[in-house]
């Protein structure tokens, strides 16, 4: 099984609908971010979270909100999507340990607003 | 204006030959970090790099830190289509546990 883990991989939907992306995690990691992934722009920070009482934003956290229901789950809403919004959605976990901060990745969602 | 500026954007070469990647900043950075996205997937880390001047390799993948700690290269040697993909730097500013990453170079090898 996957350590990290995206639902759903795919969405459409229409602008103005709220969205929720959940991910969830094995690793036992502290640390969860949301990155977006646009062609050009590289992988772009929404949010992270250091551990389950941690909010915090990051570079482009417009638009977005998140809830870290647990060690091992961290859920990214669009509260009213809008057709920018259309990316590609990462999940990461970290565990700040050696050199470094690794961070693994799911599979990712991709998004689309009409 | 992203922190970190690689080049090229796209390479496309020939299943043998040699390929440059490099990852350019005028911030300086406590480690960086190359990692490697193919179709469908999340990003998988290749190397982590901590000291300036530092060389790693990885069989035909030679990873370099720049002795200011600014700027780094990605180097195969003979390259094979299984190392087609998306090759992303990612650097740590000091005191920030959080990374920031390049656009990304996308490698085509053809067979």
């Known amino acids: 099984d996957a350590d990290v883990t995206q639902t759903p991989r795919n969405r459409i939907t229409k602008t103005g609908k709220r969205i929720m992306l959940e991910c969830s995690q094995t690793?036992?990691?502290?640390?969860m971010y949301w990155y977006r992934q646009d062609p050009g722009l590289g992988l772009r920070l929404i949010y992270y979270?250091?551990?389950?009482?941690?909010?915090n934003k990051g570079e482009i956290s417009d638009g977005y909100s998140v809830s870290r229901q647990a060690q091992a789950k961290f859920s990214l809403s669009l509260e009213s999507a809008i057709p920018n919004q259309t990316a590609l959605y990462f999940c990461?976990?970290?565990?700040?340990?050696?050199?470094?901060?690794?961070?693994?990745f799911g599979p990712g969602t991709r998004l689309t607003v009409l | 204006t992203q922190l970190l500026e690689q080049s090229p954007q796209f390479l496309s070469i020939q299943e043998g030959e040699n390929l440059t990647v490099y990852c350019n900043s005028s911030?300086?950075?406590?480690?960086l970090q190359w990692y490697r996205q193919e179709p469908g997937e999340g990003p998988v880390l290749l190397v982590t790099?901590?000291?300036?001047?530092e060389v790693k390799k990885l069989k035909r993948l030679t990873f370099q830190f720049g002795d200011a700690r600014k700027d780094s290269s990605l180097h195969i040697t003979a390259a094979q289509p299984g190392d087609t993909g998306l090759y992303l730097c990612?650097?740590?500013?000091?005191?920030?546990?959080?990374?920031?990453f390049g656009a990304g170079t996308t490698v085509t090898v053809r067979a």
């Open positions: 990461a976990t970290s565990d700040l340990a050696g050199e470094g901060d690794t961070q693994y």
């Open positions: 690793k036992g990691h502290d640390r």
């Open positions: 979270s250091f551990d389950v009482k941690d909010i």
């Open positions: 911030s300086v950075f406590s480690s």
């Open positions: 790099v901590v000291t300036g001047g």
């Open positions: 990612a650097g740590a500013l000091s005191n920030d546990y959080k990374l920031s």
